[in-house]
């Protein structure tokens, strides 16, 4: 039989009258984990970390990130200007912002190993307004576009003004090279003529359609004359033109020899000559053709 001392009757009427707040030592235990578990430990925002114990969120994450920082920084760990491209850094993968660029802490790597981090900035993602804008508007450039309807609208970085067309008003065929265009920033595509793969992509500048080909002048230009390279070559008569390292060169083709064995000596430097399975360059005074060349000759 149990001796139940006088005071322990006095407690059990207590509790069962109200008049005492009486719990378990698992109520206890249920009690601490609650309180533990109400928040995980204080970040400048994001997502809580559950606590040490129980089930509770808390209302700030552990890293959470504020003003220009990503996640894991603070804004105080990222420079108050922009850094400069290449800079060195001290916390890899630190992502910062700033207006219209994303500056990311990198360490590189190579044969030799990790390189110290340096800062990689690029063009932040293109914020597209509400409306579509004007043409020549001023705009923060970004990547990427923005599409209205059947509009497409893109921020240049070079003028940082908007340029918006619908592709549907794009040539039906490739324009010549520097022809005159409407909308400055207006880029087309075209499909090569055969139907394949590829093809060329127009973009209308200040001074006419750029499709990257070579702009022929009107009339022979003279060896040595300075130029803008680009795709292709110029026909003169019985001769060829082509920018090669920004000068004009001209020569004729039939002076082409036959079939030259690789790397053989060659006279002018930068001409092309044309085979039926391909090209020869003369490069470094030294012929360079290509490898359907050779193997279509035998290996020669």
């Not at 400069?84 to 916390?91: G, K």
């Not at 001769?239 to 002076?255: G, H, I, K, S, Y």
């Amino acid at each position: 039989m149990t001796t139940r001392h006088p005071w322990m009757s006095w407690i059990v009427a207590g509790c069962l009258s109200g008049l005492i707040a009486c719990s378990s030592s698992d109520d206890k235990d249920s009690d601490n984990d609650n309180r533990a578990g109400s928040g995980g430990r204080q970040g400048a925002s994001g997502s809580g970390s559950s606590g040490t114990s129980g089930s509770g969120s808390g209302s700030g994450g552990s890293d959470g990130a504020s003003g220009n920082g990503s996640a894991g920084a603070n804004a105080a760990d990222c420079p108050a200007a922009e850094p400069t491209e290449d800079e060195a850094c001290a916390m890899t993968d630190l992502q910062c912002n700033y207006t219209g660029r994303e500056c990311t802490c990198e360490a590189g790597r190579s044969d030799a190993g990790v390189l110290p981090a340096a800062w990689n900035c690029r063009r932040g993602a293109q914020m597209c307004p509400a409306a579509e804008p004007t043409n020549g508007a001023a705009c923060t450039s970004g990547r990427g576009e923005c599409m209205f309807g059947a509009t497409i609208c893109t921020c240049h970085e070079d003028n940082a003004t908007w340029a918006c067309w619908d592709p549907a008003d794009c040539p039906a065929t490739i324009p010549d090279e520097q022809a005159a265009c409407d909308v400055v920033g207006m880029e087309c595509e075209f499909q090569n003529a055969s139907g394949g793969g590829g093809g060329d992509d127009c973009e209308c500048t200040a001074t006419g359609w750029d499709c990257g080909r070579q702009v022929c002048p009107a009339a022979r230009p003279t060896v040595g004359a300075a130029c803008e390279g680009g795709d292709g070559t110029c026909p003169f008569g019985a001769e060829v033109c082509d920018c090669r390292m920004q000068m004009w060169l001209c020569w004729d083709p039939a002076d082409c020899p036959a079939v030259p064995a690789p790397e053989s000596a060659c006279t002018l430097e930068g001409m092309r000559c044309e085979y039926g399975a391909g090209e020869c360059d003369c490069d470094d005074l030294l012929w360079n053709c290509d490898d359907e060349i050779t193997d279509a000759d035998g290996g020669v």
